[in-house]
Nanobody, 125 residues
Framework: QVQPVESGGGLVQAGGSLRLSCAAS????????MGWFRQAPGKEREFVAA????????DYADSVKGRFTISRENVENTAYLQMSNLTPDDTAVYSC??????????????????WGQGTQVTVSS
């Protein structure tokens, strides 16, 4: 199993960038799909991006495609979410999650087995 811990959130102006990190404990990190989700106030948690265990396949929500990049460094047991050209609509708590499923890359909350506590991202206009 993996236990994700997110970091890197904060306050940024519209148009700015942030990089979120997800450090996962556990010796099997490199066998898990890693995903990022976000939840804005009053809204349901939504899928943002996912990456397979080898880092060779990725998937993105349409709302972030072309602006966000998911990556991973298995030797460091860490996944990343590079976010660029941020808008106030990106304001949310961002959570990292690990999934055993890899084909297809899961896009639902139920598709993930282990979750971090989340990190707040606030984009000011």
């Amino acid at each position: 199993q993996v236990q994700p811990v997110e970091s890197g959130g904060g306050l940024v102006q519209a148009g700015g960038s942030l990089r979120l990190s997800c450090a996962a404990s556990g010796r099997t990190f490199d066998t898990y799909t890693m995903g990022w989700f976000r939840q804005a106030p009053g809204k349901e948690r939504e899928f943002v991006a996912a990456i397979n265990w080898r880092g060779t396949r990725t998937d993105y929500a349409d709302s972030v495609k072309g602006r966000f990049t998911i990556s991973r460094e298995n030797v460091e047991n860490t996944a990343y979410l590079q976010m660029s050209n941020l808008t106030p609509d990106d304001t949310a708590v961002y959570s990292c999650a690990g999934a055993r499923q890899s084909t297809p890359l899961p896009r639902t909350v139920k598709g993930y087995d282990y979750w971090g506590q989340g990190t707040q991202v606030t984009v000011s206009s």
